[in-house]
């Protein structure tokens, strides 16, 4: 509610993926702590967000689209401002590359200026009248509510601002939790918040997920819930919600998203393309690929090329130059991840390279397994990790039934020298998956492009547009042209 409460109550400690040597061996280093909210302080950042909404009669609601901007522009630029604290802390507490992490922030900071142009356009559109059999026209968008708005820790900036600022620039008041990981990186944001918005209009809380945010579904208060996340806690808090038809849910979820490469692949291009695609911040991308089907006939080389080209990556802290594998933020990772390789083991897989899957605390090096099939960890789960599953197939018709059984619809990526092929394909594909990559890696980027999936992996568009359209509701207001009315 624009003001900073002091703590006295229980605090999360944060774990770096950063190790240091202690004598029982490598440990996670203590890098801060946050304020454990309880249920209470809770619902009052809820009340605070409902007051600022005041059913649409607030001032944030009714203020002009141009003033609403000129906050979000102020804000931006207190954002700039925090460049250098928000990438050191995303390095630490998450783990991502310095250049990984300056990007992640310019990219943040682009996409908060596309939305603004973007809802300079929309704001013309509105002014446009149109007449109808005698009705005069005209289109607003109007706001829903109070967002209850969570980011996700592998994009603990850039993927929460691209659900917060639409949410906000359209008019809606926000309840921001941000990620488990990632926390501490929002602190230095939060006098931004307070300086440039009215009070009650941004109120971010912390504490467990699993305490604080089931009342706060079931208060009914909520009117949109946007989450980058777990299908599993999607669903799980939508039905928490006592008129859940009256809830809105911009979702970004689970994806497995499969490249395949056919006979017909350029094998070098397929190579370099699957590891930036399945080991960019070590696959824990919800666009990573997860799955790579490989045509039998070019298993061979694809994979002695792809063990090779592994085996070049650097590991080290995010901070060294050159780096592209770092530690993980997620303890319980690595036993994860060990598991899954050790179930395509025990159902015969193989790991092809050399170290493939050696972990210590917070680390695990890529591990490239095969061949795996049906029945394996790795064939359905999203691994979200340094582990690349291969799978030979002899007709691509054997890939697309994957596609149509599997529970996500993120994206997919093929490979093919052969125009004819690839264009027989892209139908069966695009009616299965929201994006087709053609001879590319699945990614987001660029952020104006639509940004969805089908079926577990998206409920919603987002991108700069679709964002803005997703967080408001289009209302019209007509006129009837009488002799009274004909200005
Ligand atoms: O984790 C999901 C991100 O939106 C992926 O974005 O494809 O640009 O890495 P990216």
Same mark, same amino acid.
């Given at each position: 509610?624009g003001?900073?409460?002091?703590?006295n109550?229980e605090?999360?400690?944060?774990?770096?993926?950063?190790c240091?040597?202690?004598?029982e061996g490598?440990?996670?280093?203590?890098?801060?702590?946050?304020?454990?909210?309880?249920?209470?302080e809770?619902?009052?950042?809820?009340?605070?967000?409902?007051?600022?909404?005041?059913?649409?009669?607030?001032?944030?609601?009714?203020?002009?689209v141009?003033?609403?901007?000129?906050?979000?522009?102020?804000?931006t630029?207190k954002?700039?401002?925090?460049?250098?604290?928000?990438?050191?802390?995303?390095m630490?507490e998450i783990?991502?590359?310095?250049?990984?992490?300056?990007?992640?922030f310019?990219?943040?900071?682009?996409?908060?200026?596309?939305?603004?142009?973007?809802?300079?356009?929309?704001?013309?559109q509105?002014?446009k009248?149109?007449?109808?059999?005698?009705i005069?026209?005209?289109?607003?968008?109007?706001?829903?509510?109070?967002v209850?708005?969570?980011?996700?820790?592998?994009?603990?900036?850039?993927?929460t601002f691209? #659900? =917060? @600022?639409?949410a906000?620039?359209?008019? !809606?008041? *926000?309840?921001f939790k941000? /990620?488990k990981?990632?926390? $501490?990186?929002?602190?230095?944001?939060?006098?931004a918040?307070?300086?440039?918005?009215?009070?009650?209009?941004?109120?971010?809380?912390?504490g467990?997920?699993?305490?604080i945010?089931?009342?706060?579904?079931?208060?009914?208060d909520?009117?949109?819930? #946007? =989450? @980058?996340?777990?299908?599993?806690?999607? !669903?799980? *808090?939508?039905?928490?919600? /006592?008129?859940v038809?009256? $809830?809105?849910?911009?979702?970004?979820l689970?994806?497995?998203?499969?490249?395949?490469?056919?006979a017909?692949?350029?094998?070098k291009?397929s190579?370099?393309?699957?590891?930036?695609?399945?080991?960019?911040?070590?696959?824990?991308?919800c666009?990573a690929l997860? @799955?790579?089907?490989?045509h039998?006939?070019?298993?061979?080389?694809?994979?002695t090329?792809?063990?090779d080209a592994?085996?070049?990556?650097?590991?080290?802290?995010?901070?060294?130059?050159?780096?592209?594998?770092t530690?993980?933020p997620?303890?319980?990772?690595?036993a994860?991840?060990?598991?899954?390789?050790?179930?395509?083991?025990?159902?015969?897989?193989?790991?092809i390279?050399?170290?493939?899957?050696?972990?210590?605390?917070?680390?695990?090096?890529?591990a490239?397994?095969?061949?795996?099939?049906k029945?394996?960890?790795?064939?359905?789960e999203?691994?979200?990790g340094p582990v690349?599953?291969?799978?030979p197939?002899d007709?691509?018709?054997e890939?697309?039934?994957?596609?149509?059984?599997?529970t996500?619809?993120?994206?997919?990526?093929?490979f093919?020298n052969?125009?004819e092929?690839?264009?027989?394909?892209i139908?069966?594909?695009?009616?299965?998956?929201?994006?087709?990559?053609i001879?590319?890696?699945c990614?987001?980027?660029?952020?104006v492009?639509?940004?969805t999936?089908?079926?577990?992996?998206?409920e919603?568009?987002l991108?700069?547009?679709d964002?803005?359209?997703?967080?408001?509701?289009?209302?019209?207001?007509?006129t009837?042209l009488?002799d009274?009315?004909?200005?």
């Open positions: 509610n003001e900073m409460h002091s703590w109550g605090v999360h400690e944060v774990l770096s993926p950063v240091i040597k202690t004598a490598l440990k996670r280093k203590v890098i801060g702590s946050y304020p454990l909210c309880d249920e209470k809770a619902a009052e950042a809820l009340s605070a967000a409902v007051a600022a909404y005041n059913n649409g009669r607030g001032e944030w609601p009714t203020m002009s141009a003033d609403r901007i000129t906050c979000v522009e102020k804000f630029h954002i700039i401002e925090k460049k250098a604290e928000v990438v050191k802390l995303l630490w783990g991502k590359s310095h250049g990984d992490s300056v990007k992640e310019d990219r943040t900071v682009e996409y908060i200026y596309a939305t603004i142009d973007a809802l300079k356009d929309l704001d013309r509105s002014s009248f149109s007449i109808e059999q005698g005069v026209a005209q289109i607003r968008r109007s706001p829903l509510g109070v209850l708005c969570m980011g996700p820790f592998n994009y603990p900036l850039n993927e691209t #659900t =917060l @600022i639409p906000l620039i359209m008019g !809606n008041t *926000l309840l941000p /990620p990981h990632g926390t $501490l990186l929002h602190y230095p944001l939060l006098t918040f307070r300086d440039c918005f009215p009070k009650g209009v941004v109120n971010t809380i912390y467990r997920g699993n305490k945010i089931p009342d706060l579904m079931k208060s009914g909520i009117n949109v819930l #946007t =989450l @980058i996340g777990s299908s599993k806690v999607a !669903n799980e *808090l939508k039905k928490l919600h /006592p008129k038809n009256r $809830l809105r849910a911009i979702l970004g689970d994806a497995k998203n499969a490249a395949i490469i056919t017909k692949a350029d094998i291009l190579v370099q393309e699957t590891v930036l695609g399945s080991l960019s911040f070590n696959g824990q991308r666009t997860k @799955i790579i089907f490989v039998r006939s070019l298993a061979d080389e694809f994979l090329e792809l063990s592994v085996s070049k990556l650097k590991f080290g802290m995010p901070w060294e130059a050159g780096v592209s594998l530690p993980l997620e303890p319980h990772k690595p994860y991840l060990k598991d899954c390789i050790s179930d395509a083991v025990e159902k015969g897989a193989r790991v390279n050399e170290n493939g899957g050696a972990t210590n605390e917070s680390f695990v090096f890529p490239i397994v095969y061949p795996v099939s029945g394996m960890k790795l064939y359905t999203e691994q979200f690349i599953p291969v799978v197939f007709d691509v018709e890939t697309i039934t994957y596609l149509i059984e599997s996500h619809g993120q994206q997919v990526s093929i093919s052969d125009d092929e690839i264009a027989k394909l139908d069966p594909l695009v009616n299965q998956v929201s994006r087709v990559n001879n590319c890696q990614q987001r980027g660029p952020d492009f639509p940004f999936g089908r079926k577990d992996s998206a919603g568009t991108s700069v547009i964002a803005l359209r997703s967080f408001s509701i289009r209302s019209l207001v007509a009837k009488n009274s009315n004909k200005h």
